[in-house]
């Protein structure tokens, strides 16, 4: 892979672990035009990379990622055409980690929401420092949970939770994501890097051919599910991206006030 093609995600190598980081950070890692496209990019690539093992996920800074941005949602409601493409990238960053045989770590550092906490859920394994958070807040932009919500939370903590949270968007410390079954770890900031670097080590040198083979079969059912799901979701999310709740919602925040919906 060529580590210098890639302008806002920063790569490294320690053995067979590569290292990746959302480096946005005066956007929380939103994804946005240059972000977003690089972690398409990148889990196309990784996959047929042979000298990675094992991938860890971070975001540079104080959080993992804020998924999308406000600018953006602005640019998309002004120019409602390139919603569609932003929203097919969502599904194509999906579907590709979904069919990367290779295990990957998230590092929770800070706050994941949106696609941002998708992408977490999306990993195999997923460590979180205490003070972050984790949520998927679609519906408080007025858009459909359409780009991994849907798909993963009811997968991950049952259809009750997920509709709990999904219906709210609420975002769930740390320590209550691990007990709900939602993250595998929450850790002390101070022991995150730690603890996530023995563990990728412990996997990258283990048996590969058989943690990959686990990892696809297990996988396997969960794209069964996101064939049925996906389409729909996203379809769903693209007529509320045109919705007069998703540009109050956008407006309200840009103005700091409380949105006021109306349902359509």
């Known amino acids: 892979m060529d580590f210098s093609s890639y302008e806002k995600l920063l ?25 977003g496209p690089e972690v398409e990019r990148f889990f196309q690539e990784v996959v047929r990379d042979e000298t990675t093992s094992v991938i860890v996920l971070s975001g540079a800074g104080k959080a993992f990622s804020a998924g999308g941005d406000i600018d953006g949602m602005q640019r998309m409601i002004d120019a409602p055409h390139t919603f569609q493409a932003v929203s097919q990238r ?46 998927d807040p679609h519906v408080k932009v007025g858009l459909v949970a359409a780009d991994g ?14 509709r709990e949270y999904l219906l709210t ?3 769930l410390p740390a320590q209550e994501a691990e007990r709900i079954g939602l993250i595998n770890h929450c850790l002390p900031a101070e022991e995150l890097d730690a603890a996530v670097d023995a563990m990728a080590q412990r996997l990258a040198s283990g048996a590969g051919m058989a943690i990959r083979g ?18 729909a979701a996203i379809a769903m999310e693209d007529v509320t991206a045109m919705s007069a709740d998703h540009a109050e919602a956008v407006a309200a925040f840009r103005e700091k006030r409380t949105p006021v919906f109306t349902g359509r």
């Open 90 to 135: 969502s599904r194509r960053i999906v579907f590709s980690m979904l069919d990367c045989d290779k295990p990957v770590i998230a590092k929770i550092n800070g706050a994941a929401t949106g696609l941002g906490a998708s992408i977490a859920l999306l990993c195999d394994l997923t460590y979180a420092a205490a003070h972050a958070k984790i949520g």
């Open 214 to 231: 686990t990892k696809a079969s297990i996988n396997i059912a969960l794209k069964q599910i996101a064939q049925a799901v996906m389409p």
């Open 11 to 35: 790569l490294r190598r320690d053995g067979g672990v590569l290292y990746a980081t959302f480096n946005r950070p005066e956007a929380l890692n939103a994804f946005g035009d240059i972000l």
């Open 169 to 171: 968007g609420d975002l």
């Open 149 to 162: 919500g849907t798909l993963l939370w009811p997968q991950l903590v049952g259809f009750a939770k997920a």
